[in-house]
């Protein structure tokens, strides 16, 4: 089982990546630990919930997580793929998951994701990281220290840092 971040930690990945074929076709589901297309999800919601196994879906760049925000109780995790590292869209994903619709479990990035992008990525609400292969998942940890403060706001730090600042500076003229 090939290693992933979570949070902030190497981790052994044990859930399987189900893709559908070239085709269209969804793929069989084995038994275990299983993320599934949103496709498969959606034309079979029963059976999926049926076996047994953790269930995790992922959505691609394109999706729209509002059809699933009703169902975010039946997953495990979720999983958001990335086509290429410089494609943002993802980024929104996480964000209205994480703001919107309440998940609070695992968001885990996939696809063409590299050490470059995690420390962005888990300021919009990644928690766990499948890199691409080829990338050194220990390596990669030492993207979270990149840089030691943000001034926008994210789903790690609601507050701009103008604000934290200011709040700061009140609690130690209350002193």
Request: with cysteine; charged share 25%.
């Amino acid at each position: 089982m090939a290693g992933i971040i979570k949070n902030r930690q190497v981790a052994a990945n044990n859930w399987q990546l189900l893709k559908a074929g070239a085709d269209k076709s969804l793929p069989a589901v084995p038994e275990g630990d299983v993320i599934v297309p949103l496709a498969q999800w959606l034309a079979q919601k029963d059976a999926l919930l049926a076996r047994k196994g953790r269930l995790g879906v992922w959505l691609a760049n394109t999706d729209d997580p509002a059809v699933i925000a009703g169902d975010l109780n039946h997953f495990d995790l979720v999983a958001v793929d990335f086509p290429h590292f410089t494609d943002g869209r993802g980024s929104s994903i996480a964000r209205l998951l994480r703001e919107r619709y309440g998940w609070t479990g695992e968001l885990r990035a996939i696809g063409d994701v590299i050490r470059d992008v995690v420390f962005y990525l888990s300021r919009c609400g990644f928690d766990a990281f499948d890199l691409k292969a080829g990338e050194d998942a220990k390596a990669a940890l030492s993207a979270f220290g990149d840089f030691s403060e943000a001034y926008q706001t994210s789903v790690e730090r609601p507050q701009p840092l103008f604000r934290r600042r200011a709040a700061t500076a009140q609690a130690a003229a209350a002193k």
